[in-house]
């Protein structure tokens, strides 16, 4: 956002003095009101010394919050300790595009309005005490909470300053601190949401407890577009505790926007207390219309795929002229390879509470869009936004399936029937089995080479339809990038976003088909991968909001070079073979080497090695804390079973079906960051895309064979009988 976009704005809505008076009885006037100043967005400073940070960006657990307020402790110029977090309600007016939490956005986007956001307070409040003591402003310094005259043991607290600062203009013009002043960034530092999750006092929203509310739980169509048929919910309503059992209509996906909608039909149980709800799902007998879906299976996805490559040749970008180049090459190599549906199983179950009362709504969720769904509860309800408050909860893990608002609009939906507040509960099975899903791909991919067999250029089919941007391709081997292969998005499953999104399966795809080019070509894959970076030019890519800067390959290159010596690459103990992968993500930079051993035709992964760029390391911890989360979210992948469909039913219930990487079974993970006097960019997701290729990579070392699909139990039994 624009700062002086945010500060007119700010002035608008947030600025000014928010008063609550502490008087116990109307003629008590012992007490002295509270004045609490917000200077803008971000900041809440009260009289009585308190500091609030209010992040626009949504904690999961990936600790993005406590990045942010070390940037904001730095630059405003108080101490960690003295700064309290809060979340902010959805509002679009207030904070654009700055509140939506996904795509390793967090830091990167609010570095920069953040930190002006700080100094700009700070400023505020240094001209505030220089009037009070008759000074120039030049001659005040800010420290721990305090405005400090120089040569002087005078000193203000910002308490003391708010009704003051208050009254007084922003600066136009601020200076922001240099580095060699930070205090807290670039520290390994564990915040106060860590130490409170750590303690069991996380307000997630699933603890939202409200006068007369209602539980409740639905017994979704396990079969994605069915609908209901007929319902006998006699036997729900003789349980103790059930107050109604209500039949819901599906609602598709919007068209333009399938974060939004997308509910199965189902029948709602609301009851005074969970555990009757629950019960009372039990014994709802529903009759179903299946449709359409009902005898189809994942395999009939797969060959959809098949039949749609075969009639896709639109080129959709001709990466340094690659289409002429392919019909130069004397041989020619081609692969696919294949991932299945996931599920995303946050900790924390899907759950919303929702209070309708008419003219207004009020909705506790942790969600990764608070925005979009509090502009789609105002398209379900009629109700302007302004009538709209979605509370943003702390949740258990989100990876992108909270960005959808499916599970709040079906709380919404209830309230609005019963008229009073609701909690809506997802079981586990009910988010493994009735959800929305990482969807099914395969990815195809040709090369022609020439009578060395060294690759001339390549042709690609797959989801990715260009060659930049959320996805970029860092490599100077020229590529024909054809439209996005799809099925019918919605086909079997609907879809959900998925921690990587789609660079999961770009990523391996890409990384395992660079492994074949290399071993056709008889180079090592890390000189080989060297070779292709050291020619490649800067790709322009940060005309795309989202990803923030061009495509720098010697980045790439660099992190690549530690990874391969850290890992002390071609130099492993008798029965450990490596495997390679390194992958530009947005702004960050991310290549690491898996050690594997095949053990009874097991994969046994003993080590990552991981290097990131990724910029400036904020909080040095949290990155290594989000690289050792990523490779085991991007390991369980490859290890554990997909999501599996029959009939049109999910196969997987729980996690004894949809199995978890067991803390046995995890590797050491070994992180290395690259120094950067580079802004922030992404870290929550870069290190997930090169996992999968990585340890395939290793397996081709181990075994001979490439494999080419995940997960790999399957294929390396069907080896070990060869």
């Known amino acids: 956002m624009d700062r002086r976009h945010f500060f007119k704005i700010s002035a608008i809505n947030g600025g000014g003095l928010l008063l609550s008076t502490v008087i116990p009885f109307a003629c008590d006037t012992s007490k002295t009101s509270l004045v609490n100043w917000e200077p803008n967005f971000f900041f809440r400073i009260g009289t009585d010394n308190s500091i609030t940070f209010i992040s626009s960006q949504s904690e999961m657990g990936q600790g993005t919050s406590t990045s942010l307020a070390m940037i904001a402790a730095d630059e405003l110029g108080v101490r960690m300790e003295d700064i309290n977090i809060e979340f902010a309600p959805g509002s679009e007016e207030r904070y654009k595009d700055l509140q939506d939490t996904g795509g390793s956005n967090g830091v990167r986007m609010l570095w920069e309005p953040l930190r002006e956001a700080a100094a700009t307070t700070r400023e505020m409040l240094k001209v505030a005490a220089a009037e009070k003591w008759g000074v120039p402003v030049e001659t005040c310094r800010v420290e721990e909470g305090r405005v400090m005259l120089q040569d002087s043991n005078k000193s203000l607290a910002f308490g003391a300053l708010v009704e003051r600062a208050s009254t007084l203009s922003a600066p136009r013009a601020i200076k922001l601190k240099d580095k060699k002043e930070f205090k807290y960034i670039g520290q390994a530092i564990v915040g106060p949401k860590t130490h409170q999750a750590a303690r069991g006092l996380t307000p997630y929203s699933m603890n939202v407890k409200l006068p007369g509310m209602l539980y409740a739980v639905i017994e979704r169509c396990p079969v994605w577009g069915g609908s209901l048929k007929s319902f006998d919910a006699s036997l729900a309503k003789a349980v103790p505790g059930v107050v109604e059992v209500i039949a819901l209509e599906a609602v598709a996906p919007d068209k333009n926007m399938d974060y939004k909608g997308g509910r199965r039909a189902g029948v709602a149980i609301l009851a005074d207390n969970t555990w009757s709800a629950l019960q009372a799902k039990k014994a709802v007998e529903v009759e179903w219309e299946f449709g359409k879906n009902g005898n189809k299976s994942s395999q009939d996805l797969v060959e959809e795929l098949a039949a749609s490559k075969a009639k896709n040749d639109k080129v959709t970008h001709d990466f340094m002229s690659a289409t002429q180049k392919m019909r130069k090459g004397q041989n020619r190599m081609e692969a696919s390879y294949f991932v299945p549906f996931q599920a995303n199983a946050c900790m924390e179950p899907l759950n919303a509470t929702a209070d309708h009362k008419g003219n207004r709504v009020e909705v506790w969720a942790g969600t990764q869009a608070p925005q979009l769904t509090r502009e789609r509860v105002a398209e379900i309800t009629q109700l302007p936004e302004g009538a709209i408050t979605v509370n943003n909860c702390p949740s258990g893990g989100g990876f992108g399936r909270r960005y959808f608002c499916d599970y709040v609009e079906e709380a919404v939906v209830l309230s609005e029937k019963m008229r009073r507040p609701v909690k809506l509960l997802w079981t586990r099975e009910d988010t493994i089995r009735t959800s929305k899903y990482h969807p099914l791909r395969t990815e195809y991919w040709e090369a022609t080479l020439d009578a060395n067999n060294w690759p001339v250029a390549m042709s690609y089919k797959g989801v990715v339809s260009r060659p930049d941007g959320y996805r970029p391709y860092p490599y100077s081997l020229p590529v024909a990038f054809h439209q996005g292969l799809k099925y019918r998005e919605g086909n079997l499953l609907p879809r959900a976003s998925w921690r990587s999104v789609a660079a999961h399966y770009w990523g391996m795809s890409l990384e395992c088909f660079i492994d074949e080019l290399a071993s056709r070509a008889g180079v090592d894959p890390v000189e080989f991968r060297l070779k292709l970076l050291a020619e490649a030019s800067v790709v322009e890519q940060k005309f795309f909001p989202w990803v923030g800067d061009d495509l720098y390959p010697a980045k790439l290159k660099r992190t690549l070079e530690v990874a391969t010596e850290k890992a002390n690459w071609g130099n492993t103990r008798e029965g450990i073979y490596q495997g390679v992968s390194t992958i530009a993500y947005n702004t960050s930079y991310c290549s690491m080497v898996a050690d594997v051993s095949i053990e009874n035709s097991q994969v046994k992964v003993h080590k990552f090695t991981v290097v990131i760029d990724c910029g400036l390391a904020v909080n040095p911890s949290q990155v290594k804390n989000q690289v050792e989360g990523s490779v085991m979210w991007g390991l369980g992948a490859v290890l554990k079973?997909?999501?599996?469909?029959?009939?049109?039913?999910?196969?997987?219930?729980?996690?004894?079906?949809?199995?978890?990487?067991?803390?046995?079974?995890?590797?050491?993970?070994?992180?290395?960051?690259?120094?950067?006097?580079?802004?922030?960019?992404?870290?929550?997701?870069?290190?997930?895309?090169?996992?999968?290729?990585?340890v395939l990579n290793a397996i081709f070392a181990a075994t001979g064979h490439r494999l080419r699909s995940i997960p790999v139990k399957e294929e390396l039994q069907q080896l070990a009988t060869i």
Request: proline share 13%; aromatic share 4%; hydrophobic share 35%.
């Open 641 to 694: 079973p997909g999501i599996s469909v029959e009939n049109g039913r999910v196969q997987q219930g729980n996690f004894d079906t949809y199995d978890l990487l067991r803390m046995k079974e995890a590797p050491e993970v070994e992180v290395h960051i690259i120094a950067s006097e580079d802004p922030p960019s992404g870290i929550g997701e870069p290190a997930v895309p090169g996992v999968a290729p990585a």
